[in-house]
Structure formats: C-alpha cells, structure tokens
C-alpha cells in the first residue's frame, strides 16, 4: 500500500468553479501535512502548510482529519492559472516526506 | 539568493556509463535530498543527509551513491547508469524541523539507452 494515495484526476472546471479533492495517508505517525503545486516539468513548490484546525490561504483552504487519516484542499473562485498538479505531502518525525503521485487539475475559459 | 541549483538540466548517458549530478543551496539548510518522479508515481526518496557528513538511503538507493562533505553541495553519482534509471531527479533542501517548507531545485531530465 501507497503511503500516499491521491486521486490522479484530472479534474477539468469552468473558471470560477470550485474544485476539492482528498488524500489519504497511512502512517497514523505522520506529524506534518502540506500540500505543493507542480506545473508541467518544473519543481514542486509549497502551496501551503496543513494544520490540525484546518487553515485558509485566499482561495486555497486545506483540511486535515486524524481520525481517517486524510486532507483535503479546496479552491473557489478557480482562476485558469490554477491548472497545475497538486501533490500531497507527509512528513514523520524521522525528516523525511512521503509524496503523492499528484491530482491534476484543469481550469478552462 | 540561487536558492537550490541543480547541474545538468538534461543529459543522455549510455547503459553502463557513470555520471554524477550535481546540487547546491545557498540557504544553509541543514537537510538535502534526492528524489525521482517517474510518470504515475509521487516523488520517491533516493538519498538524503541531515548535515555535513552524515548520508542515509531513502525508498530506492540501489545503483546510486551521495556524500556530503559541505553544507552546500550533495551531489548524486550514478555507478552504472541502467535504462530503469531513466527519470527526472529533484535535489531538495530545508532546515530541519517538521514543519518546514522544502525547496526543489529544477530537476534534471535523464535518458539512459
């Protein structure tokens, strides 16, 4: 099993929709969260952290559940330069991140 | 600030030969590593290092190599290049800490016939 599962996608959305998708994770250890933003053959950058209380960053809103041990990202108000793919991301106490394999998303005019 | 840089940004190699890719940060990160991404697959974990001196292997170290004897560089040898390596390789640094945000270089494209 992945320690990382995400839905591929893509998810293709008028401008001005709103978009969400989860992850989920394996390890009931794992201590932080974050989503990153991958354009097409260019390095991952973060997006935005993920806390316990789930947490807004302008249109992004990102949401973490222990229990089921899965986080969501939401987008409003999709905008075209939005289109990317957003890798979710897993970090343990021992430095390293576990990564998804990345939700596309595809905002058209 | 660069930020982290990686060297080359493509490269074709032969099966068997060996090459070595080279990163460096300017940030003074104590932590770096390097990952591939192949198409369907998230990033996965080759070697990384928490300081100068100190390397360990990630998810998938076989046929590769790292040492780090500064801060700033943490190159990748490849031993003997074979077509499964063929991918794209990402050099990433951050302060230690859990929460903290990574930074990717560029990536390297690599082709191995």
């Known amino acids: 099993r992945k320690e990382v599962e995400q839905d591929p996608g893509p998810f293709n959305v008028p401008e001005g929709a709103t978009v969400a998708f989860n992850c989920t994770y394996s390890n009931s250890a794992s201590q932080s969260f974050f989503w990153y933003r991958q354009d097409c053959r260019k390095e991952p950058k973060l997006l935005m952290s993920v806390y316990s209380s789930g947490n807004e960053d302008g249109r992004f809103t990102a949401q973490l559940n222990r229990a089921s041990q899965y986080i969501s990202l939401l987008i409003r108000d999709s905008k075209l330069s939005d289109s990317a793919t957003y890798l979710c991301v897993v970090g343990t106490n021992d430095y390293k991140l576990s990564f998804g394999a990345g939700t596309t998303v595809t905002v058209r005019a | 600030n660069a930020g982290v840089t990686q060297t080359p940004k493509f490269q074709v190699l032969k099966t068997g030969q060996s090459m070595t890719l080279q990163c460096a940060q300017d940030?003074?990160?104590?932590?770096m590593s390097w990952y591939r991404q192949d198409p369907g697959m998230g990033l996965r974990l080759i070697h990384y290092?928490?300081?100068?001196?100190?390397?360990d292997q990630g998810e998938v170290p076989n046929g590769y190599n790292v040492s780090r004897s500064t801060t700033e560089d943490f190159p990748l040898r490849l031993l003997s290049a074979a077509p499964s390596q063929t991918s794209v390789y990402f050099c990433a640094s951050r302060p230690l800490g859990s929460g903290e945000t990574q930074y990717f270089g560029p990536g390297t494209r690599l082709l191995v016939l």
């Open positions: 940030m003074n990160h104590e932590y």
């Open positions: 290092s928490v300081g100068a001196g100190i390397t």
